[in-house]
């Protein structure tokens, strides 16, 4: 059964930092189209961050670029969300999905399409 599973949610201030875990389970993460998403209370569900199976290429919310990068641990099937510069404005619940090889473009997953593997998100609050 093809799992995903975040971890690393928590209350900060803005300006600081946090690092969220994305974990799968029944499949190899780095074959797939990976996208990390978020969702406000009351505003609908963003892509936030796209990265290609096959080469890397990366899709930015403008609102997070040079804030948010990812990154992948292939031994533990683990990809990482890092945000720096934390705004009040990107408290919401971070979900991370996956999408099939060679299914989609970075872009369209991220603006426009629903992967169908997601996590069960985690609450990232920025708040003083």
């Known amino acids: 059964q093809l799992q995903l599973v975040e971890s690393g949610g928590n209350l900060v201030q803005p300006g600081g930092s946090l690092r969220l875990s994305c974990t799968a389970s029944?499949?190899?993460?780095?074959?797939?189209?990976i996208g990390w998403f978020r969702q406000a209370p009351g505003k609908e569900r963003e892509g936030v961050l796209c990265?290609?199976?096959?080469?890397?290429?990366?899709y930015y919310k403008e609102s997070v670029k040079g804030r948010f990068t990812m990154s992948r641990d292939n031994a533990k099937n683990t990809v990482y969300l890092q945000m720096n510069s934390l705004k009040p404005e990107d408290t919401a619940i971070y979900y991370c999905?996956?999408?099939?090889?060679?299914?989609?473009?970075?872009?369209?997953?991220?603006?426009?399409?629903?992967?169908?593997?997601w996590g069960q998100g985690t609450q990232v609050t920025v708040s003083s």
């Open positions: 990265v290609s199976d096959s080469d890397g290429t990366t």
């Open positions: 999905a996956a999408d099939y090889p060679g299914s989609t473009t970075v872009q369209a997953m991220c603006e426009t399409e629903n992967p169908p593997y």
């Open positions: 029944g499949f190899i993460f780095r074959y797939y189209v």
